[in-house]
């Protein structure tokens, strides 16, 4: 069978090691190469010349779309220079598939593993199948649009994660050189579960579920024994390995029995420091406990608005304030650290809507972290069409568009509260300049030693006068904070 060379722009990608392990079980050759976010033209050159010296006959990129100019500048070379076909995987492929396939020669949409492997049995036999479901065609001015398959249901049926260190290469600032424990910093990515349980109607997941409807139940999970043995074999393989993270959409979404078995497991062949991601929705006291006793350290919750009306008939979030509340006071005394994500310039929320944001942020108990977006549309999300509807996006032509929806341009809380909103995937036709006032309120409520009266005054009203006094509080206590050698902040944010 023909070798594939697999390309992330991350130094640890799990998905092209998932893909990586698959396709090994299955007889295919493959090199994986690992180029971290600072792309340039000396690292590009250092992937040809990889490609070519494993005499590589099919490139499979996967990408995010703030990957999409350095996928798009690596194709163009990849079929120049090698004359080998391209595919493109990953989430902004699934999202946007024809905008892919003006560089791509194939999309590979949604789930990967079997349908890769099937590309490229055909094209090892000097085939080109097009009718391979969950992958998309380029055929001259045409595209070749193919079905999804079922998903597969007994995640453990998969093998885990490749570790072979012989076929993955980093590509550094001083060339390309063979993976090692170093390229972990200490830390070990995990993924026990496929889909999410939620339906949030900006979210990626929502269009995913829509996508896969009729195909097989979305939300699955690995066993945890299965969980407990990949682990011993990192564990065993990464000597220096201090922390494990959980990036499940819901970790939480288990069983409080699965947690003990999980618990006891853990404990016994583990025993480290690990991190997940959870949502108010389905945190229970009971099972973060259980995680809290055997190692838990960090949470990541995803509160994005502390507004009820906006959970409910903008984010379809059933959420109360209360249990929000109360997902903060447990974490709290339970000693966990966290960080709480919130979205930000909804066109949707009014200044009452922000008001109820900053209450809810000003009463959880310190110290926690802010870390928060502008609301993206997705392409195809429930809230992408909402908008479209009422006016406040419209859609663009097909010129070429490279800007990001994420770092630090997209994130108030990093980029001095200014309301950048991206315009990526469609025209934005609404100005957010005028929430900039209670994005800095709510920027506020996580500084540790700013007292709940002045965050609560700020709260109150808004006029030029309070906005100047905002601005000059925030950057004074910045200032006192770096005197003191105090490290309340990173990027603006307190930790």
């Not at 991350?10 to 396709?23: D, G, K, P, V, W």
């Not at 870390?371 to 097909?398: C, H, V, W």
Request: aromatic share 12%; proline share 3%; hydrophobic share 40%.
């Amino acid at each position: 069978m023909l070798r594939i060379g697999l390309i992330s722009f991350l130094t640890n990608n799990l998905s092209i090691r998932l893909l990586s392990a698959y396709l090994k079980q299955n007889g295919v050759e493959v090199i994986s190469i690992f180029c971290p976010p600072d792309f340039n033209e000396k690292k590009a050159k250092d992937i040809m010349d990889i490609l070519k010296e494993h005499d590589v006959m099919l490139a499979g990129i996967t990408l995010v779309t703030d990957d999409y100019k350095k996928a798009v500048v690596l194709t163009q070379m990849i079929k120049s220079r090698l004359n080998i076909p391209v595919i493109w995987g990953g989430a902004h492929p699934s999202v946007l598939p024809q905008e892919s396939l003006r560089h791509a020669d194939m999309v590979c949409i949604g789930e990967g593993e079997e349908a890769l492997l099937e590309l490229i049995k055909s094209l090892s036999l000097g085939e080109r199948n097009q009718s391979i479901k969950n992958i998309w065609f380029k055929d001259g001015d045409n595209i070749v649009k193919n079905e999804l398959r079922d998903l597969t249901e007994d995640l453990d049926e998969y093998p885990f994660p490749d570790m072979d260190w012989n076929s993955q290469i980093v590509i550094t600032e001083n060339g390309a050189e063979k993976m090692h424990e170093d390229h972990f910093q200490g830390e070990y990515n995990i993924i026990t579960s496929r889909g999410c349980p939620y339906s949030c109607c900006y979210c990626y997941n929502s269009y995913r579920r829509q996508q896969y409807k009729g195909k097989g139940k979305y939300l699955r999970m690995r066993t945890i024994g299965n969980v407990i043995d990949e682990l011993i074999i990192a564990k065993a393989q990464l000597k220096n390995v201090h922390l494990i993270n959980f990036w499940d959409d819901s970790f939480m979404a288990r069983s409080n029995s699965d947690f003990l078995l999980f618990k006891e497991l853990y404990s016994k062949n583990i025993n480290l420091s690990f991190f997940a991601l959870a949502e108010p929705m389905a945190f229970n006291e009971a099972k973060v406990s259980i995680l809290r006793e055997c190692g838990l350290e960090m949470l990541q919750i995803g509160i994005q608005t502390g507004s009820e009306r906006v959970n409910r008939e903008v984010y379809n979030r059933r959420v109360t304030r209360d249990q929000t509340l109360a997902t903060a006071q447990v974490i709290s005394r339970l000693g966990i650290k966290v960080i709480y994500d919130v979205i930000f310039n909804n066109p949707y929320e009014n200044e009452d809507d922000l008001r109820e944001t900053v209450r809810l942020f000003a009463n959880f108990p310190r110290p926690f972290a802010l870390q928060g977006f502008n609301l993206i549309f997705y392409p195809g999300t429930e809230m992408a069409k909402r908008a479209l509807k009422d006016g406040f996006i419209s859609q663009k032509g097909n010129q070429e568009d490279f800007s990001t929806i994420q770092g630090r341009k997209n994130s108030p809380l990093s980029f001095k509260m200014k309301p950048v909103i991206s315009g990526r995937f469609y025209r934005v036709n609404y100005d957010s300049r005028s929430k900039k006032y209670y994005n800095l309120v709510i920027l506020l409520t996580s500084y540790l030693w700013v007292p709940r009266w002045i965050i609560e005054f700020f709260a109150k009203s808004k006029n030029f006068l309070k906005l100047v006094m905002l601005n000059l509080f925030i950057h004074a206590y910045s200032f006192l904070s770096r005197v003191k050698n105090k490290k309340f902040f990173v990027d603006g944010n307190n930790v």
